[in-house]
């Protein structure tokens, strides 16, 4: 597959380039930078959400210089449809004990916030030093929940987007920028 495509057709559906890759990396070299300011001492543990996650946790953790460790949940919320079923299932839990540890979740995208309340309801239990969000992707006009995003690569609108992590019934999330579906 040619991974760089100035338009990509999903049946008669087409998608077009939204953020680049430069743009992507850019904007993640950035993150790195406020949450070294914020977690250099603190030996934080990155919480991946799977899938989708993948490819931000990887980019981003490369750019982390400071000591930290990692770990992943997988949920999934959408099965293969366009819009979420508005339910959330927890496919695979966290190994670390996250007790007295300062969490930073991943996502690759927030759009109603309800993966992010399940996991701040899943981690309170747990009683961490603290808990903060770093998504690269917001859709702020589809938050349905009240939940707070402390790091956000890009606020965009409630488009459909494919690529980079982010997928269509599981595919195209090897793509290395993202695209969005043309209106
Ligand atoms: C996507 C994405 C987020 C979630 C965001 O995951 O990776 O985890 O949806 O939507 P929300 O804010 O409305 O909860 P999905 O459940 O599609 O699974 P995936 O990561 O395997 O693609």
């Known amino acids: 597959m040619d991974q760089v495509k100035n338009e990509i057709w999903v049946g008669n559906e087409k ?97 109603s916030g309800l993966s992010i309340k399940y996991i701040e309801d899943l981690i309170a239990d747990h009683k961490p030093a603290s808990m903060k969000v770093v998504t690269l992707l917001l859709k702020p006009d589809s938050l349905k929940y009240d939940v707070k995003i402390d790091y956000i690569g890009f606020k965009i609108p409630s488009k459909f987007v494919i690529g980079y992590g982010l997928d269509y019934a599981q595919k195209y999330r090897n793509l290395p920028m993202i695209y969005a579906l043309s209106e």
């Open 15 to 111: 998608f077009v380039p939204f953020i680049t890759e430069e743009e992507i990396q850019k904007r993640i070299s950035e993150l790195a930078e406020e949450l070294t300011a914020e977690y250099k001492t603190k030996l934080p543990i990155f919480i991946g959400v799977l899938n989708g996650s993948f490819m931000f946790m990887s980019d981003l953790l490369k750019k982390i210089k400071f000591n930290c460790e990692m770990d992943f949940f997988k949920l999934s919320s959408y099965g293969d449809e366009k819009i979420s079923s508005g339910k959330v299932k927890l496919v695979k839990d966290l190994n670390a004990d996250i007790t007295d540890r300062h969490l930073i979740i991943v996502e690759d995208i927030v759009d």
